[in-house]
């Protein structure tokens, strides 16, 4: 029987494609590389964890579901284990935007791979340090997960607005997740916001930072009026 992918799961796969040799970071149960194989996406696949409990059960998943023989798991800190000639393909998903920035400067061969991200924070200076690394956001996606909004993106080598306070591919495509995601990262960067003012130490570049991203939301919130 065939493994189902949440609607975020599902999202990041739908970015691989056919015939792509895929290392899942972080992995967990490694539902996505098991669905790629599974589907003939994939003949190959690859997945980390640094914690033993999520490779058992990954390894357990992979063994009911047909694919243990094509599934290789590596126990270790994000790619410490994975050859680059291995893979074409690198998704970091689930994980905080510092934790991904960390894998990626211990592996920079990666940022020469078809590279998944699906980021939970830290946006505004992931995408930042991205383009400081010669990365753009080629597509982007949102998904709806059991309530939550979720951003998914697809980078390539090329040249992209690291301050953007949102990705060109999402608002051209005017998806229907497009406002109440705005909604929500209003909310979260206001918060974020309130907490640095109220610093006894304020940081004045991150202040700086947080209000121009406040700004730019709400102008695109107001602005998509037509969503």
Same mark, same amino acid.
């Given at each position: /029987?065939? $493994?189902?992918?949440?609607? =975020? ?17 972080? &992995?967990?149960?490694?539902? $996505?590389?098991?669905?790629? @194989? ?20 990954? =390894? ?6 047909? *694919? ?16 680059? #000639? ?8 689930? /994980?905080?935007?510092? &934790? ?10 990666? /940022?020469? !791979? ?6 939970? &924070? ?16 080629? %597509?982007?996606?949102?998904? %709806? %997960?059991?309530?939550?909004?979720? @951003?998914?993106?697809? @980078?390539?080598?090329?040249? /992209?607005?690291? #301050?953007?306070? *949102? ?5 051209? !495509?005017?998806?229907? @997740? ?6 929500? =990262? $209003? !909310?979260? &960067?206001? !918060? ?10 304020? %940081? ?17 919130? =107001? ?5």
């Amino acid at each position: /029987m065939s $493994i189902q992918l949440s609607p =975020r799961l599902r999202r990041i796969a739908a970015y691989v494609p056919q015939g792509s040799t895929v290392v899942d970071v972080g &992995t967990d149960h490694a539902y $996505i590389p098991i669905w790629l @194989l599974q589907e003939g996406l994939s003949q190959r696949a690859y997945a980390t964890d640094i914690r033993p409990g999520p490779l058992a059960r990954a =390894r357990e998943d992979a063994q009911r579901h047909g *694919v243990a023989d094509r599934l290789s798991l590596w126990l270790c800190d994000g790619l410490a284990l994975c050859p680059p #000639e291995a893979v074409d393909t690198v998704i970091l998903a689930g /994980m905080g935007g510092e &934790t991904m920035r960390g894998i990626l400067e211990r592996a920079p061969w990666a /940022m020469e !791979k078809r590279l998944i991200l699906q980021p939970q &924070t830290k946006l505004p200076e992931l995408r930042r340090w991205l383009a400081g690394q010669g990365l753009a956001v080629l %597509d982007a996606a949102l998904a %709806d %997960d059991a309530g939550r909004i979720y @951003l998914i993106w697809l @980078l390539g080598a090329g040249e /992209m607005d690291g #301050e953007a306070a *949102v990705d060109a591919p999402l608002l051209q !495509k005017h998806d229907p @997740l497009l406002r109440p995601w705005l909604a929500e =990262r $209003i !909310k979260r &960067t206001g !918060k974020e916001l309130r907490g640095l003012e109220s610093a006894r130490t304020p %940081d004045e570049a991150a202040l700086a930072a947080r209000r121009r991203e406040l700004s730019e939301l709400n102008r695109i919130l =107001r602005e998509g009026s037509a969503w």
